[in-house]
């Protein structure tokens, strides 16, 4: 089964944390670059989120059409679809704080997206292991051999 997802989503985990030592560099040395190299590195993660969002989508439909997932795990996949939008959201809201910061010259703001960024790389850290939980868990986008394997396993532990 080719998932083009996980490639995206690393990022939109990943560029955050970058951004907020960015961002807590930005504070000590006062220097706008660093500011400004947030911005960009949020502005990265929102289109890696982007396409993490249309993958999504697109790979929830082949698991559910080839039935490539354990029955309990669809809610999760369910969720986990819902809980990224909120992330994409959180990202645009950073991305629009960032851009006030920089244009107003505002500390105001830059506090605020000091925030922002570290809810963003919470709520990124969460969704990430959401994800995880899916395929380890509940075999999202596992072939069904292995998925079967893994149903046969979790029967024979609960006894």
Avoid: C
């Avoid at 249309?54 to 309990?72: L, V």
């Amino acid at each position: 089964m080719n998932i083009l997802h996980p490639p995206f989503v690393h990022f939109v985990v990943a560029l955050p944390v970058i951004a907020l030592f960015s961002q807590f560099t930005f504070f000590i040395t006062k220097d706008k670059a660093y500011s400004k190299a947030a911005f960009r590195i949020v502005g990265f993660a929102m289109l890696a989120s982007f396409l993490a969002i249309i993958s999504g989508i697109e790979d929830a439909q082949k698991i559910m059409a080839n039935q490539n997932i354990i029955q309990e795990g669809v809610s999760s996949l369910n969720s986990h679809k819902i809980f990224g939008f909120i992330v994409v959201a959180i990202l645009i809201a950073t991305s629009i704080v960032k851009w006030l910061a920089i244009s107003k010259d505002s500390l105001l703001y830059e506090n605020v997206s000091l925030v922002l960024i570290v809810v963003l790389l919470i709520v990124s850290l969460y969704q990430g292991r959401s994800g995880g939980i899916l395929v380890y868990k509940y075999s999202a986008g596992i072939d069904k051999s292995v998925a079967i394997q893994r149903v046969d396993e979790q029967k024979i532990s609960k006894y």
